[in-house]
């Protein structure tokens, strides 16, 4: 009966020893979690639109109703010239559109062109206040999409968009419409017209 009672208590004795470990070393760390936003991207100008090198005829006798155009397409067709009855134009030197790329932007995210067809001013420095500039006109001319997931195609808002690629890049060929004034009998002088356009692209 002792040698009963005995083991008993050694098996009890064991399995609390078992149950109640104690801890002998225990640590700790305390780690900062972190994130980045990066909403900028960058927009950089590889070439302005240039309308090239032009004779332009304004008949000094015939006031026209109506504006002649040169078109330097973005597409890589040829540039269309529209011209009127007292308002000619003829390219000696083709003009070329404008390039622009845009990195470091999300991968595979649409960016949107929100405002380049604002009519942009060209004048000539060197001719009088009364001599006739040009206006050119984005929005009537197409926009060519280089790269990304609609590369080579035209840029149609909600259909073919700018799209980025998986190194968050795409790029864009601007074309632009030039057109002469209208309703106005001065002859154009010699000389370099120049203005400013702002292209706002967003996602």
Known sequence: MF?????????????????STAVVAQENVTSQATV???????????????????????????????AAT????????????????????????AGTPGNYTITNAAPFTVIRITDYDTAVTLANASAPATAPG???????????????ANDGSTLAIGVTDLQTDVNGEVAFVLGGVLSTVADNATAYVDGAYVGNYTLTVEY
């Open 3 to 19: 040698k009963r009672n005995h083991l008993s208590t050694a098996v009890l004795a064991a399995t609390l020893a078992v149950g």
């Open 36 to 66: 980045t936003v990066q909403n900028a991207f960058t927009l950089t100008e590889v070439a302005a639109i240039n309308f090239g090198t032009l004779r332009v005829s304004q008949d000094t006798d015939t006031t026209t109703a109506t």
């Open 70 to 93: 040169y078109t330097v397409n973005a597409d890589g067709s040829p540039n269309a010239v529209v011209n009127q009855t007292g308002s000619e134009i003829t390219a000696l030197v």
């Open 134 to 148: 040009f206006t050119v006109l984005f929005a009537d001319a197409t926009t060519q999409i280089v790269g990304g």
